[in-house]
């Protein structure tokens, strides 16, 4: 069977006007790129429009109450990160009146305008919308004017017992300097009148809340009555806090909360372990420089003023919000409902999803033998991750396996798959394990998993000085009669099991010799840093994935400018290589069509009359994030289908370790085109197309339009259902 996408398949279009069922992002500003013909689409604010387009399933009236919560906390996590690792350079820029690049104090400005914008549109959606609607159901948060007699003798009584006991108020005066906030913790600030103990003035107070606190407090049934109540942890402090100040008199005050710059840069060429040094860098880590101020919509002039002056912070990096400074917490409510009312819970959340088996696999039958008949995918999360598991402990239980090599970046901090490792050195396997130190944000649970390792007799590599290995590679070595045979497992996605189960990515497992011998060498080059040789399927950054990228664009182009079928495909979670912008549009213009499917980031700017007219773009938000990559390529005859670990970013390219591998099974091209490309490029429910100024619309296919992912659960649904019959 040769697999194709059908011509007939229209490419992905979108309406000239944004749809009632979502508002169009607002254009981007654009960053001019040398040498290029017109200008590239900004990076930040491709990411900041990517979060305007999650913000949506919280309004979309469609979508469980639960679940719009949810996606509206997401949102407030995304932007976390985002100022953590994105904002500083901006900042730099205003600080030094200079600017480098694409960051200027004008570009600060910018950037803060576009967060302001999205961050009351998610304080509008909270309060004008959510809560309401909370009501509606019987859920409330009580502010402490909303709170009856008995509700409040609760609260202080909640009060006295759990959290008095854990404040500690710092006066600011010459031995008493602003204390050290960490980054995202909630604070109070609190201006005072009258002497302290000891006869001075000094009006200024901060008071930091420990995180070990809940930030949501349900009220028991005895004075929440019918309801299910809750009160902040905030709005208990703030009804208490003239107990706090016994002989003083509380007059402005205000809650705070300050993110800081949290990206670890650490020396590789200057350390002498790489582990140690990581970890001295956490301990830092949340006293980075200030990058954000978020504080309570009354707070005044004043203390807003000063609370700037310490952080040395401009006006334009305050974000005065209408409710809690940390929206992300909220997510607790989640759970807290499903323990006060489990059968109303249910309803207000998406039906449970249940992943099938993989389709290509039988349970209970070995993966060695399964894998000596031909290749297996498995698309998570409609099929489960489990089988990655199931193939590692069989791995692990055998006694004719010799060998484990596995890649780890992300994995959790409980890991089932990391006790399996383990269980394979207790057994006198040779495992060896390339981990990740510097997976942002998963360092020190990485770190963990490598003492661990290391403590029990497993090899642990750290990879490649200067690169982070991103690849996800499974490589099991077995003893087969007078033979050795590999067996390998390689994915799109991280080896975690919980966000397995959140996001879509296509796992690969094979016992081709000729992918599991590049495996082969690709570890032993991570593990022994010697030269690479040459790998006949695979393309591996920072070597030659780049190159060979280019270079495949190219021969579509030249197929296309032949007059031959020319067609490009890619879907993955962000573009923003110059070279790989440039030698799309070159394709484009040489009469490629091409059709991107891109979750989050997106430079190259679609549908520019002369310039990237047969080029589309789009993005697709649904309930699962988006996170396979996929590369398909026809140049005439000639067809192509990479699967990869790497997004088309320069650091991908160049800075990390990353793999694409061609799938070579006909059967298998035909099932990831017919499930993960073409539903895509027909979503007419969760889809957002990018029009000639750079904005996204909404696609709206109407009332009977399904979202891909809809469409694939629900196959999947009935595969399961006609399994158990």
Not at 368 to 389: M, N, S, T
Request: proline letters at 5%; a neutral charge; glycine letters at 6%.
């Amino acid at each position: 069977m040769r697999p194709q996408i059908d011509p007939s398949i229209p490419s992905s279009s979108s309406s000239d006007t944004p749809s009632e069922a979502g508002p169009a992002a607002a254009s981007p500003p654009s960053v001019q790129a040398p040498d290029k013909p017109a200008s590239l689409l900004d990076r930040d604010h491709a990411i900041l429009g990517f979060n305007a387009r999650v913000l949506d399933w919280a309004v979309r009236d469609d979508v469980p109450l639960l679940e719009r919560l949810r996606f509206l906390c997401i949102v407030s996590s995304n932007l976390d990160e985002f100022f953590e690792v994105r904002a500083a350079p901006h900042l730099d820029a205003v600080h030094h009146i200079e600017g480098k690049g694409a960051y200027s104090a004008r570009s600060f400005v910018e950037l803060a305008a576009a967060a302001h914008k999205l961050v009351e549109r998610q304080y509008s959606l909270y309060n004008d919308q959510l809560l309401p609607a909370f009501a509606e159901q019987g859920i409330r948060i009580l502010s402490h004017g909303e709170r009856n007699q008995a509700q409040r003798q609760w609260v202080k009584e909640y009060f006295e017992r759990q959290v008095r006991p854990l404040l500690v108020p710092v006066g600011l005066d010459p031995s008493h300097p602003f204390p050290q906030v960490a980054n995202k913790s909630l604070n109070f600030i609190v201006q005072l009148s009258g002497h302290d103990a000891f006869g001075r003035e000094n009006d200024i107070t901060i008071l930091k809340v420990p995180r070990v606190l809940p930030r949501l407090i349900r009220l028991p049934a005895k004075v929440a009555g019918k309801q299910a109540a809750f009160v902040s942890v905030s709005s208990v402090i703030r009804a208490h806090l003239h107990e706090m100040f016994p002989g003083r008199v509380v007059g402005q005050f205000s809650q705070f909360r300050v993110t800081r710059h949290s990206d670890l840069a650490v020396d590789e060429d200057d350390v002498r372990n790489l582990r140690t040094a990581l970890r001295q860098g956490l301990e830092i880590r949340h006293y980075g420089q200030a990058v954000r101020l978020e504080v309570a919509a009354g707070c005044s002039e004043h203390l807003a003023s000063f609370l700037l002056r310490q952080f040395n912070l401009p006006a334009e990096a305050l974000y005065r919000v209408h409710g809690p400074v940390n929206l992300v917490r909220l997510t607790q409510l989640i759970d807290l409902i499903g323990e006060v009312d489990k059968a109303k819970a249910p309803k207000l959340l998406f039906p449970s999803f249940v992943p099938s088996w993989p389709l290509e696999l039988t349970p209970g039958e070995s993966f060695f033998e399964r894998l000596k008949h031909g290749d297996v995918l498995i698309h998570q999360p409609f099929e489960r991750f489990d089988a990655v598991l199931a193939f590692l402990r069989e791995a692990v239980n055998d006694p004719q396996v010799l060998a484990i090599k596995q890649t780890i970046y992300r994995t959790g901090a409980d890991s089932e798959l990391m006790a399996l490792l383990r269980e394979g050195v207790r057994r006198g396997k040779e495992v060896t394990v390339v981990v990740e130190l510097k997976a942002r944000f998963d360092e020190e649970a990485n770190i963990n998993w490598a003492e661990m390792l290391e403590s029990i007799g497993a090899q642990v590599v750290y990879g490649v000085v200067g690169l982070k290995t991103h690849a996800k590679m499974l490589l099991v070595t077995r003893r087969e009669g007078s033979h050795l045979r590999q067996y390998g497992h390689l994915s799109t996605g991280n080896y975690n099991p919980r966000t397995a189960r959140l996001y879509t990515d296509l796992s690969h497992l094979t016992a081709d010799p000729a992918m599991t011998a590049d495996m082969e060498h690709v570890f032993v080059h991570i593990a022994g840093q010697s030269k690479l040789p040459r790998l006949s399927r695979m393309w591996l950054a920072p070597f030659h994935l780049h190159k060979r990228t280019l270079e495949k664009i190219a021969l579509v182009g030249e197929a296309a400018a032949r007059g031959e079928s020319a067609r490009i495909v890619a879907k993955m979670n962000a573009l923003t290589d110059e070279a790989i912008i440039q030698a799309l549009i070159d394709a484009g213009r040489k009469g490629t069509k091409i059709d991107l499917i891109i979750r989050g980031a997106c430079m190259l700017p679609a549908r520019v009359p002369g310039f990237t007219d047969n080029i589309r773009v789009r993005s697709v938000v649904g309930r699962f994030l988006e996170h396979s990559r996929i590369i398909y390529c026809r140049a005439g005859a000639q067809e192509d289908l990479y699967l990869s670990s790497a997004d088309w970013m320069n650091r991908n390219m160049l800075r990390r370790i990353e793999l694409a591998w061609p799938v070579t099974d006909a059967r298998m091209r035909q099932r990831i085109i017919d499930e993960a490309l073409v539903p895509y490029l027909l979503d007419g429910r969760d889809a957002w197309d990018m029009d000639a100024t750079g904005r996204y619309i909404r696609v709206d296919g109407g009332d009977a339009a399904h979202g891909a992912q809809q469409a694939l659960a629900t196959r999947y649904a009935s595969k399961r259902r006609g399994d158990e019959s």
